[in-house]
């Protein structure tokens, strides 16, 4: 018989996000801060003659410029795999929604080949492997929220998940991220480190001074997400955002009933809305389905 293993592919917010300097490669120089939210895909991954990777979504493309696909290609050159595999991935978490899904499903192949093939690499080199394939990647390997530097890939573990309750609201369309970069004036000197804000300041003052630099380019383009977030502080959010480039934005509420009131509001109007418990922690787990 052969086995089968499971394992969830959990997205990200971005806790603010400074875009402090352009560099000559084109990329930025940021500060973000990451926390998980439970929106996630389900992978099933199994033993089989030659690599496949299928889609719960048929319109997702499977072939080798997915990030899954690419995973798979880099491990393989890196390690040498002694078998191929079928991926299996019942997708939740849309695509170009600032919620890392493409990202946070190359870290878990990533992580799922290595327990496979017993290749024993360690987080640090799961993360070398994967600097090529998007900013956010090793953050999901690491698996443990922190602050962003550099291109985003530098991780400083942080005790930056919020004990309140998140709602997370997808608008209904992708957002370019290079569109977002190239509407946005970086800015060396913020008068707050986004590291300070979350550390330091209660969620309260969030509201005044957790900025994400993207945010204003990105509504200038698509009123709807700025109308998303207004509408998640009338509902009573302490703070609201949209992650990343966006599209997607969430709101932060200390009471259940007050977040739970505003994904029903949300749901009811036709969004993807997700919502996530205070103090929420990824199950980082790989387990053979019994």
């Not at 290609?73 to 997708?91: A, H, P, S, W």
């Not at 390997?141 to 991780?155: A, E, H």
């Not at 290079?178 to 008068?191: K, L």
Request: proline residues 6%.
């Amino acid at each position: 018989m052969n086995d089968l293993w499971i394992a969830d592919s959990f997205g990200k917010i971005n806790l603010g996000l400074h875009v402090l300097e352009k560099l000559p490669t084109g990329y930025h120089r940021i500060e973000t801060g990451f926390c998980f939210i439970e929106w996630s895909d389900r992978f099933e991954v199994s033993a089989s003659d030659a690599y496949v990777l299928e889609f719960s979504n048929p319109d997702i493309p499977a072939d080798e410029s997915n990030l899954v696909t690419r995973a798979y290609r880099m491990f393989d050159q890196y390690v040498g795999l002694k078998n191929e595999y079928t991926f299996r991935i019942d997708k939740k978490i849309p695509a170009g929604a600032g919620l890392g899904g493409g990202s946070s499903n190359a870290a878990l192949t990533f992580r799922m080949l290595n327990k496979l093939e017993n290749a024993g690499l360690s987080d640090e080199e799961l993360i070398d492997l994967s600097r090529s394939l998007g900013a956010d990647v090793p953050f999901f390997i690491k698996g443990t929220p922190g602050i962003g530097t550099g291109l985003g890939q530098d991780i400083e573990p942080a005790d930056i998940q919020p004990d309140a309750w998140i709602v997370t609201v997808w608008p209904g369309f992708e957002s370019s991220t290079p569109e977002a970069y190239a509407g946005c004036i970086p800015n060396p000197e913020p008068d707050f480190s986004i590291k300070g804000v979350l550390l330091e300041e209660d969620l309260e003052e969030w509201r005044y001074l957790l900025v994400n630099d993207l945010e204003g380019p990105v509504i200038a383009r698509h009123e709807l997400i700025g109308n998303i977030k207004d509408q998640l502080y009338d509902f009573g959010a302490s703070y609201s955002a949209m992650s990343g480039s966006g599209s997607t934005v969430f709101g932060i509420f200390d009471q259940d009933f007050v977040a739970i009131n505003a994904y029903e509001s949300f749901h009811k109007l036709g969004f993807s809305v997700h919502i996530t418990r205070p103090g929420f922690k990824p199950d980082y787990g790989i387990y053979l389905k019994g």
